[in-house]
């Protein structure tokens, strides 16, 4: 119930208020930065939701719970993950400034 539940919410975080930011301004890398935060915790979400789907679940909504939904799932956190890598790049000193004083030599 707590996967199916967080599944939801995320899902309706994307759609309300990440997804007309990316539209707004889809060529600014700091807008997908939002949905791609968003992204990773739904896929996470969706994993937790296809293993621990009941019955009813499995019937109803074949195509989130079967096999399909937890590749769906995986592809959506890759694709999350290409943006986080990319956004390394793109804000450099922004993310040097998040390493620890003690790790750099």
Same mark, same amino acid.
């Given at each position: 119930?707590?996967?199916?539940?967080?599944?939801?919410?995320?899902?309706?975080?994307?759609?309300?208020?990440?997804?007309?930011?990316?539209?707004?301004?889809?060529?600014?890398?700091?807008?997908?930065?939002?949905?791609?935060?968003? /992204?990773?915790?739904?896929?996470? +979400?969706?994993? =937790? @939701?296809?293993?621990?789907?009941?019955?009813?679940?499995?019937? !109803?909504?074949?195509?989130?719970?079967? /096999?399909?939904?937890?590749?769906? +799932?995986?592809? =959506? @956190?890759?694709?999350?993950?290409?943006?986080?890598?990319?956004? !390394?790049?793109?804000?450099?000193?922004?993310?040097?400034?998040?390493?620890?004083?003690?790790?750099?030599?």
């Amino acid at each position: 119930m707590a996967a199916r539940v967080l599944l939801a919410y995320l899902l309706l975080w994307m759609l309300l208020f990440r997804v007309p930011e990316v539209l707004a301004a889809p060529t600014v890398v700091g807008t997908w930065f939002g949905c791609s935060e968003t /992204a990773v915790m739904m896929a996470g +979400a969706w994993v =937790l @939701y296809v293993w621990f789907a009941d019955d009813w679940d499995k019937r !109803h909504l074949r195509f989130a719970t079967d /096999a399909t939904g937890l590749r769906i +799932a995986r592809a =959506l @956190y890759g694709l999350a993950l290409i943006h986080f890598g990319v956004a !390394h790049f793109v804000y450099l000193p922004e993310t040097v400034l998040l390493v620890p004083s003690w790790q750099v030599l």
